[in-house]
């Protein structure tokens, strides 16, 4: 399996003839999904190529389903309030996807020394405002900095910033096969929120197994028509 997008658009295809519901982390947390189904959670972390979710909404749209997409107000590499970014992201709202915030507390906290419960409260406030949405969820970006943007949930509670989860929440955590692409060129995976050592396993041969709880996590940046930088 290669990082196409056509493989991309495999992966859900052969989800759904197995059944699966494709669903966000929001109707998995508000326990919106049937329970007589296998359920593919679906969440997108938005790095650096923001540009590429105008592919990932065609597919979805093609495709009739859905995902949560988790999108940076502090990437050095795409500005979100772009006009034509607003509009992909509403884009993307108006097929049913829930947006959420892919966090930077602690590295913008401690970098610019920001109070970072303030600073949450007003980037979700923008985001409701922007995307007249309400946001519900957040992901913790990781960086290559020597803070862990997790921690500030150590201290802090999702309900208190009128929040229903962060994505790592361990109700999810512990009890899903997690598969992600964010190794760029190869897969990991975590079984009940145990990494399984060494394997590089594609979504396409996790879902073999049936897993009834397949958390994939997929960054657009990986995934591309013919070449990683076209
Ligand atoms: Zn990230």
Redesign the pocket.
């Known amino acids: 399996m290669n990082f196409t997008f056509n493989s991309y658009k495999k992966i859900f295809q052969i989800a759904l003839e197995q059944d699966y519901s494709v669903i966000t982390l929001k109707e998995f947390f508000s326990n919106e999904f049937d329970k007589n189904k296998k359920i593919l959670i679906n969440r997108i ?1 938005v ?1 650096f190529k923001i540009d590429r979710l105008n592919h990932i909404y065609e597919i979805f749209k093609d495709l009739n389903i859905t995902a949560s997409i988790y999108v ?1 107000l502090h990437s050095p590499n795409y500005n979100l309030l772009t006009i034509g970014n607003i509009r992909i992201i509403q884009k993307l709202i108006d097929i049913g996807c829930e947006i959420g915030l ?1 966090t930077e507390l602690e590295d913008v906290g401690n970098y610019c020394n920001i109070d970072k419960q303030e600073l949450l409260k007003k980037e979700i406030q923008l985001f409701e405002t922007i995307f007249q949405t309400k946001i519900f969820g957040t992901a913790s ?3 290559m900095t020597p803070h862990n943007n997790l921690d500030f949930w150590e201290n802090n509670e999702p309900k208190d910033f009128g929040l229903m989860y962060e994505a790592y929440d361990k109700r999810l955590w512990n009890h899903c096969r997690y598969v992600s692409d964010s190794e760029w060129v190869q897969w990991k995976a975590y079984e009940n929120g145990i990494r399984l050592d060494d394997d590089r396993r594609t979504p396409l041969e996790h879902l073999q197994e049936t897993p009834p709880i397949f958390h994939l996590l997929t ?1 657009p940046e990986s995934w591309y028509n013919e070449y990683i930088h076209e």
Do not use: N, P, T, V
Request: glycine fraction near 12%.
């Open positions: 972390d790095d940076r892919h970006h990781g960086d960054h």
